[in-house]
Every structure is written in structure tokens, then in C-alpha cells.
């Protein structure tokens, strides 16, 4: 079974910064993307960042220039750098893992709050 450790999540006024990271344990087989997804209260659960296993990224239209995903293979660790955060980046972040046959693990999530 698959398990997440999330953190980094918390209060930040508009501009600043923070760090998401999300560890994987479980020994998932056969990982292809890691990646973040969010929701705002009301919304439905969007795609913020994604990396391959061949560190390839695609980003949302909204974070891109301002986030940055990263990716420990290692580890089975996804980060995401924000910056330049604002108040419509607040939501339940939440970190997942999609396997080579297109199952997806997701994380418990982590709420960030970008004050104005």
C-alpha cells in the first residue's frame, strides 16, 4: 500500500513563498508521473504541475513561470517550489503518483492560504 508524507503547506501573504514536498513509501512499483493537483473551496481538483520519470514537466497556465516541480527518483519525492503566490493559489494541495499502467495514488493534501 501505497503512503504519502505532505508538508509544507501554510500562511503566506500574497508574494511570498513556500515549499511543498511529498514522500512516497510503499514501495510503489512502476511509477511514471509525480505530480500536484489543487482545490479550491467550490472547485473541482485541477492539475497544478506534473513530472515524468524522464523529468520532462507540464504546468498549469496559471503557475507557470512562478512554480517549479521537482522530482527525487531516488526517493519517490516530488517538490514544488511557488512563488509569487497570490490569493487564487489558495486550496488543498494535493501530491500523487501515477503509475506505468495509469493508476493513480494521491496524497492526504496540504492546505496553503495566501493572504492578501
Known amino acids: 500500500q501505497v503512503q504519502f508524507v505532505e508538508s509544507g503547506g501554510g500562511l503566506v501573504q500574497a508574494g511570498g513563498s513556500l515549499r511543498l514536498s511529498c514522500a512516497a513509501s510503499g514501495s510503489p512499483r512502476g511509477i511514471n508521473r509525480m505530480g500536484w493537483h489543487r482545490q479550491a473551496p467550490g472547485n473541482k481538483r485541477d492539475m497544478v504541475a506534473r513530472i515524468s520519470s524522464d523529468g520532462s514537466t507540464d504546468y498549469a497556465d496559471s503557475v507557470k513561470g512562478r512554480f517549479t516541480i521537482s522530482r527525487d527518483n531516488a526517493k519517490n519525492i516530488v517538490y514544488l517550489q511557488m512563488n509569487s503566490l497570490n490569493p487564487e493559489d489558495t486550496a488543498v494541495y494535493y501530491c500523487?503518483?501515477?503509475?506505468?499502467?495509469?493508476?493513480?495514488?494521491w496524497g492526504q493534501g496540504t492546505q496553503v492560504t495566501v493572504s492578501s
Open positions: 500523487y503518483l501515477e503509475t506505468i499502467i495509469g493508476f493513480k495514488y
